[in-house]
């Protein structure tokens, strides 16, 4: 059995940083629960933006500065981390990452994957825009969000989020 544990952006800055929230902050205990129990393997991805992330596109439209490359709010958070120190890490420098996407349809490829599971932040931007990315490139994976793992930029958009993946056949669990 092939399974695979996407935590996405358990960052500072999403948890209690520059654009971090109670909600987020609260899901830590469960995120490092699912990693704790997780049977298979485990990949981090890290938002990471340079300086010039102000002049970005999204910098324009997300005035924000936050998850630039070596600062302390770009970290996982090192709890979750010392869960899994052998998980790898993808940096990426926008919502979704094609990347991972193309790692994972490798992976998939060389050992079939009998399922991907995500959780992580902001479940209404990066971890639906992930979900929706393996679900293109692995059509035939089964693909999993944990709710219970996930936090919105906003409750209300978090729950917008499940329901658009659920709409996507994605798996929506509450565990």
């Not at 971090?20 to 205990?29: D, N």
């Not at 596109?57 to 709010?73: A, D, F, I, Y």
């Amino acid at each position: 059995m092939h399974q695979l544990l996407i935590v996405v952006d358990m960052q500072k800055d999403f948890i209690d940083g520059a654009l971090g929230t109670k909600e987020a902050e609260a899901i830590v205990p469960a995120v490092a629960e699912k990693i704790r129990r997780f049977p298979g393997q485990v990949i981090f991805t890290r938002d990471t933006h340079g300086e010039n992330y102000l002049r970005t596109q999204e910098g324009r439209r997300l005035p924000v500065p936050h998850c630039l490359k070596g600062t302390p709010g770009w970290e996982i958070r090192p709890e979750l981390l010392a869960l899994a120190p052998e998980a790898e890490l993808v940096d990426k420098p926008g919502f979704g990452s094609v990347e991972l996407a193309r790692r994972l349809a490798r992976l998939h490829e060389a050992q079939p994957l009998d399922g991907v599971t995500l959780v992580g932040l902001c479940t209404d931007i990066c971890v639906l825009s992930n979900a929706l990315l393996l679900k293109a490139f692995l059509p035939e994976v089964p693909l999993t969000v944990d709710a219970a793992c996930c936090a919105g930029v906003t409750p209300e958009s978090h729950r917008h989020a499940l329901e658009a993946m659920k709409s996507c056949q994605i798996q929506v669990i509450n565990d």
